[in-house]
Structure formats: structure tokens, C-alpha cells
């Protein structure tokens, strides 16, 4: 199986590429994941995964290789459980692209035992939707731990614009200014979303991919016209 895309998110290279080297982090947006350790350049973790019908556990290592920080990677994957097992090898860029950052990966995946009973089409539609989920739970993570942006120009506090040459200096009758505001508080942290809603997020996207608007329409006007023509001739 191939899977290959891209993602850009909305932040700056190197926050991205450290996102992507943390276990905490990736654990955070990833449900079902029990477990995610790092030693060396490899991951080990356990992770529970629902492909229609099959759902079970997996016990995984992904050795990172060929490494150019922060501009590249290549996983391999090697998951293996009551489902089946999975082999990967994935390639990974990033790309600084305007404010954000790009991520495009390019994997060959080989599934076996059962979870490829479920069928290809099947398989490729649920890997496309988990991966798609995955990244946009990292992507909110990381939005709301950025930093937040600077006042602009003139906004006590911060950054106010020097008095002109020549200008009176305020009567403030011997009293200190005023402080600034305090800076805000940071974004909370988007909530680990539950196996339940990550699992019928995916399912939307998978059904969407499998049944687009259109042909389930196409499908739904033929029936009309072939139900019409059956009492037309009855």
C-alpha cells in the first residue's frame, strides 16, 4: 500500500521538527495510544487501532533513520499484534512555507493476518483519515502552545513608540506611571481526544472518501427514476 501527502501547519519549522521528535507530544494526538517511549533515534509504544471490523492492540518500534535536522527523516515501522502486523518505511520533509511549516511523506506500507481481511480499498481510506486526524490534533496542540503575538506598536507594555523630540513630558504630580497589563494567559492545551471521537472522526473521513456527495446522489436520483418507471409500468 502507498501513502503519500502533505500537511501545513501552522507553525515554524523548528517547533514542528521538535513536535515530531517528542514522545509526549505525539502520544498527546494519538488515541489509543497506551504507551510511547524514546531511546536513541527509536520509539517503542503500544497502540490500540479500530479498521472496521478489527480492532486489537499493537506492540511497535519506529527506528528514525537518515537524518537531516530539521529538514528530514525516514521511519521504519514494525507494528505486530492480535490484528496482523504492519511493516513501513515512510520518508518525511519539512518545508518552511510563509508563516508555517509543510510536512510531506511518502510510505510503502505492508499489512498482513487479519486486518487485511478487511479489504484494500478499506485499508488505504482508514490510513489516509487516521493519518489526516493524527496531524490536525498535532497542529492544534502545537497552535496553542505558541507564544502569543507581540502588542502592536504604540500599546502600553510593550513596543510603545518613543515620545517626539521636543514633546511636554506628561504631569503625572511625582507618581510613577502605571504598569502594563500583564501579559495573557496561555491557551489551554487542546483535550487528548477520546478513542470514541477519534474513531468516528476517522469514520466520516473513510466514508466520505468511499461515498462522496456526488455519487451518493447519482445513486439516489437512479433509484428515483427506476422506482418511477416500475409504477409507470405496473
Not at 487501532?49 to 527523516?73: A, Y
Not at 478487511?118 to 483519515?129: E, F, K, N, T, Y
Not at 477519534?198 to 437512479?222: H, Q, Y
Request: contains cysteine; neutral net charge.
Amino acid at each position: 500500500m502507498k501513502l503519500e501527502g502533505n500537511y501545513r501547519f501552522e507553525a515554524p519549522l523548528r517547533s514542528v521538527w521538535n513536535a515530531l521528535q517528542d514522545p509526549e507530544m505525539l502520544a498527546a494526538t494519538l488515541p489509543g495510544c497506551d504507551k510511547l517511549t524514546r531511546e536513541g533515534n527509536t520509539f517503542t509504544g503500544e497502540l490500540n487501532v479500530k479498521i472496521g471490523p478489527v480492532q486489537g492492540k499493537f506492540d511497535g518500534k519506529v527506528d528514525l533513520t537518515e537524518i537531516v535536522e530539521p529538514e528530514s527523516f525516514t521511519m521504519l515501522v514494525d507494528g505486530r499484534g492480535g490484528p496482523g502486523f504492519v511493516k513501513a518505511s515512510a520518508k518525511v520533509k519539512l518545508t518552511p512555507e510563509g508563516d508555517g511549516t509543510r510536512v510531506d511523506y511518502d510510505a510503502d506500507v505492508t499489512v498482513g493476518g487479519k486486518i487485511a481481511s478487511v479489504g484494500q480499498r478499506l485499508i488505504d481510506a482508514s490510513a489516509r483519515a487516521i493519518t489526516k486526524q493524527s496531524l490536525e490534533g498535532l497542529n492544534e496542540r502545537l497552535k496553542a502552545m505558541a507564544p502569543p503575538p507581540p502588542p502592536p506598536p504604540g500599546v502600553a507594555g510593550a513596543g510603545a513608540a518613543p515620545a517626539a523630540a521636543g514633546a511636554a513630558e506628561p504631569i503625572t504630580d511625582g507618581e510613577p506611571p502605571p504598569p502594563p497589563p500583564p501579559p495573557p494567559p496561555p491557551a489551554a492545551l487542546p483535550p487528548k481526544p477520546t478513542q470514541a471521537e477519534f474513531a468516528a472522526r476517522v469514520a466520516a473521513e473513510v466514508t466520505k472518501e468511499l461515498f462522496p456527495a456526488r455519487k451518493v446522489a447519482l445513486l439516489l436520483i437512479t433509484l428515483l427514476i427506476i422506482f418511477i418507471l416500475y409504477k409507470a409500468l405496473t
